[in-house]
C-alpha cells in the first residue's frame, strides 16, 4: 500500500501530495510544525504538543486550522490509512496561499495543513542509548524568537549537518559561551551532586514537550533539577550529559567536542531517566 499523506483536507498518495507554489510556507517560512508520537493507536504527550502548536500559531498570527477534536480524527484516520499503530506524526500548518507579499495577506486566508505519518517503535534507539552519543558545539546564530516552532530551519540544519561531518550525534548550540540547546533537542548536563541542570525556558530555547515529561520524570525519581544555563566548558566538566527529544527520548551524551565525559559510558542517571520515561509513555498511552 503507497504511503499516505494528509494536504488541506484531503489524503493523498505520499508521491502525489504537494503545495501551492505561493504557500507562505515556501515562500517565507511563515509556518510552524509539531511532531508527535503514537503508541498502539493513542497519542502520547498530545496535550503538551497542541497547546505549543496554538502557542506558535498565536504568536504569529495564524488561526488553527481545525479544532482539537477535528485534528485528533484526522492524525487518527491517517496512521490508520497507512496502516501503522506505533507512529511518529508531522504536522505543518501554514498561513496559507497568498500572491508573495511580505505583509499578512488581506484579506486573510485560511490556513494549510500538511500532515505525514511514519512506523515509530519505542525502543529502536536503545542500542544507541546503551552505547551514548557524541555531540559538538557549534555557534548559536538562529533568530530571537526560538521558542516558536517555525518552519524557518536553515541555522539549526547547518548545525545538524555541521555535527553529521564530524561523525557526531548532535550540535550544541552556543550563545555567550552558554549552551542554550541542541539543533533539534534539549541539552542536560548532571553536575557532581546528582543535579540535573537544563537551560529554562525562554525566548532562547525551544521548550521541547519530552523536556517537561523529563522534568516530571525527575521529580518522580525525586532527582533535584536546576533550570539556568550552564557554560560549555562546565558541561565538559560534568559527571553526565544527555539530550532529549520526541524522538531520541532521553538519549545519553558520552562526549562533547573532544572532550569524554566520565569513563565514556552512559551514566546511571540518564539512563534511569530514560527507563522512567519510555514506561511513564506507555503507561499513559495505555500500551
Not at 511563515?30 to 498530545?46: K, L, N, P, Q, V
Not at 504538543?49 to 477534536?69: T, V, Y
Not at 505543518?92 to 485560511?110: M, Y
Amino acid at each position: 500500500m503507497a504511503q499516505i499523506a494528509y494536504v488541506n483536507g484531503a489524503y493523498v498518495r505520499h508521491c502525489d501530495a504537494a503545495v501551492h507554489i505561493e504557500d507562505r510556507g515556501y515562500q517565507f517560512a511563515d509556518g510552524i510544525y509539531e511532531a508527535c508520537i503514537m503508541i498502539d493507536g493513542r497519542c502520547w504527550d498530545i496535550d503538551g504538543h497542541l497547546e505549543r502548536m496554538k502557542r506558535s500559531l498565536d504568536a504569529l498570527e495564524i488561526d488553527m486550522p481545525m479544532g482539537r477534536r477535528a485534528l485528533m480524527i484526522a492524525m487518527g484516520e491517517l496512521v490508520r490509512r497507512n496502516r501503522l499503530r506505533d507512529a511518529f506524526v508531522y504536522l505543518q500548518v501554514t498561513r496559507g496561499v497568498a500572491p508573495r507579499n511580505h505583509p499578512f495577506p488581506k484579506p486573510w486566508t485560511p490556513p494549510a495543513l500538511v500532515m505525514t505519518a511514519r512506523r515509530f517503535n519505542l525502543d529502536q534507539s536503545d542500542a544507541q542509548a546503551a552505547r551514548g552519543v557524541s555531540v559538538i558545539s557549534h555557534p548559536d546564530i538562529r533568530w530571537g524568537r526560538v521558542d516558536i516552532k517555525s518552519v524557518g530551519l536553515l541555522p539549526n540544519v547547518l548545525a545538524k549537518e555541521a555535527a553529521v561531518k564530524e561523525g557526531a550525534y548532535e550540535a550544541w548550540l552556543v550563545r555567550d559561551d552558554k549552551v542554550t540547546e541542541g539543533s533539534s533537542t534539549n541539552a542536560w548536563i548532571v553536575d557532581d551532586q546528582g543535579v540535573l541542570i537544563t537551560h529554562p525556558k525562554s525566548h532562547e530555547i525551544l521548550g521541547g514537550i519530552t523536556r517537561e515529561t523529563a522534568l516530571v520524570c525527575a521529580q518522580e525519581l525525586q532527582i533535584k533539577v536546576h533550570e539556568r544555563a550552564f557554560a560549555l566548558e562546565e558541561a565538559k566538566n560534568a559527571t553526565e550529559a544527555f539530550i532529549t527529544s520526541a524522538t531520541s527520548f532521553v538519549m545519553p551524551v558520552t562526549k562533547i567536542d573532544t572532550t569524554v565525559l566520565g569513563n565514556g559510558k552512559p551514566g546511571p542517571v540518564a539512563l534511569r531517566l530514560r527507563e522512567a520515561y519510555k514506561a511513564k509513555a506507555r503507561e499513559i498511552a495505555g500500551a
